[in-house]
T-cell receptor, first 116, second 111 residues
Framework: GAVVSQHPSRVICKSGTSVKIECRSLDFQATTMFWYRQFPKQSLMLMATSNEGSKATYEQGVEKDKFLINHASLTLSTLTVTSAHPEDSSFYIC????????????FGPGTRLTVL | AQSVAQPEDQVNVAEGNPLTVKCTYSVSGNPYLFWYVQYPNRGLQFLLKYITGDNLVKGSYGFEAEFNKSQTSFHLKKPSALVSDSALYFCAVMGTYKYIFGTGTRLKVLA
């Protein structure tokens, strides 16, 4: 149980285009989902926290107009990288929280974004 | 401020030898602590967690971790390393509502 999927696993796009990444909790309802960014050989950087039906909370330094997050249902959150540029190339990972007391998050497999 | 430290960027160990990956934390209140492993171009896989109870926590793939409150540590251990254990390991503590990750330790198990 507690499986999180991400789609696509890899995407290559041209500079200036927008890319949407989906994060789904497959067998549980996620009250909260998180989006992380990971640079090569570095740790995960939390970008934003999204709660179903409300606006995402962005971490300091993360452009909310650049990285649009929508949490339309208890099983789906999307991250849209708008007008992508090469510096947005990274590994994006989502996680989902069930809302139980142990606070454990379940991570998706990640999406590798390459902007040409 | 809440934080997690993984003092070693890389740990090398011979196959069959015991391994330890270190983690220390700073958090107010009782900590919720986690270890994850990441293989190349993959997401994080859960290994184990400490919430409360026994200080020695057993997890997946033969890993265990010892919670030491006085030393504010949560070191990851395995009695006998496998080459397939080579990966990137992250320690995390649950902050107010989000995870705080360490910088990661790359484990290399040599055949």
């Amino acid at each position: 149980g507690a499986v999180v999927s991400q789609h696509p696993s890899r995407v290559i796009c041209k500079s200036g285009t927008s890319v949407k990444i989906e994060c789904r909790s497959l067998d549980f309802q996620a009250t909260t989902m998180f989006w992380y960014r990971q640079f090569p050989k570095q740790s995960l950087m939390l970008m934003a926290t999204s709660n179903e039906g409300s606006k995402a909370t962005y971490e300091q330094g993360v452009e909310k107009d650049k990285f649009l997050i929508n949490h339309a249902s208890l099983t789906l959150s999307t991250l849209t990288v708008t007008s992508a540029h090469p510096e947005d190339s990274s590994f994006y990972i989502c996680s989902a929280y069930r809302g139980v007391s142990d606070n454990e998050q379940f991570f998706g497999p990640g999406t590798r974004l390459t902007v040409l | 401020a809440q934080s997690v430290a993984q003092p070693e960027d890389q740990v090398n160990v011979a196959e069959g030898n015991p391994l330890t990956v270190k983690c220390t934390y700073s958090v107010s209140g009782n900590p919720y602590l986690f270890w994850y492993v990441q293989y190349p171009n993959r997401g994080l896989q859960f290994l184990l967690k400490y919430i409360t109870g026994d200080n020695l926590v057993k997890g997946s793939y033969g890993f265990e971790a010892e919670f030491n409150k006085s030393q504010t540590s949560f070191h990851l251990k395995k009695p006998s390393a496998l080459v397939s254990d080579s990966a990137l390991y992250f320690c995390a503590v649950m902050g107010t509502y989000k995870y705080i990750f360490g910088t990661g330790t790359r484990l290399k198990v040599l055949a």
